[in-house]
C-alpha cells in the first residue's frame, strides 16, 4: 500500500480486504473445514437470525458506505 496511496482511494483497502476475508473464510469451511469436522468434539448451534436487525445494520452500512465515497468528492 505505500507505494500505491497516491493511484488508490483509501476506502478499496478496506473492501478488498473484507474480499478477502470473505472469501478465505467460504474456501476453508467449504473445503477445509468439512474434513476436519468430526475431530473438534463440539458442533456449533445454529444462529437465531434477527431480520429487524441485520436490515438495520445492512441500512448503517450502505449509509457509512455512501458517506465514505462521498468524502473524495468533497476534499
Same mark, same amino acid.
Given at each position: 500500500?505505500?507505494?500505491?496511496?497516491?493511484?488508490?482511494?483509501?476506502?478499496?483497502?478496506?473492501?478488498?480486504?473484507?474480499?478477502?476475508?470473505?472469501?478465505?473464510?467460504?474456501?476453508?469451511?467449504?473445503?477445509?473445514?468439512?474434513?476436519?469436522? !468430526?475431530?473438534?468434539?463440539?458442533?456449533?448451534?445454529?444462529?437465531?437470525?434477527?431480520?429487524?436487525?441485520?436490515?438495520?445494520?445492512?441500512?448503517?452500512?450502505?449509509?457509512?458506505? !455512501?458517506?465514505?465515497?462521498?468524502?473524495?468528492?468533497?476534499?
Amino acid at each position: 500500500w505505500l507505494f500505491a496511496e497516491d493511484f488508490i482511494f483509501w476506502f478499496w483497502w478496506n473492501a478488498t480486504g473484507f474480499v478477502v476475508t470473505a472469501f478465505v473464510a467460504w474456501f476453508w469451511t467449504k473445503y477445509v473445514d468439512s474434513s476436519v469436522k !468430526g475431530e473438534s468434539g463440539f458442533e456449533l448451534a445454529p444462529v437465531d437470525y434477527r431480520m429487524k436487525e441485520s436490515t438495520i445494520l445492512a441500512l448503517y452500512f450502505i449509509l457509512i458506505t !455512501g458517506f465514505s465515497i462521498s468524502l473524495a468528492f468533497w476534499i
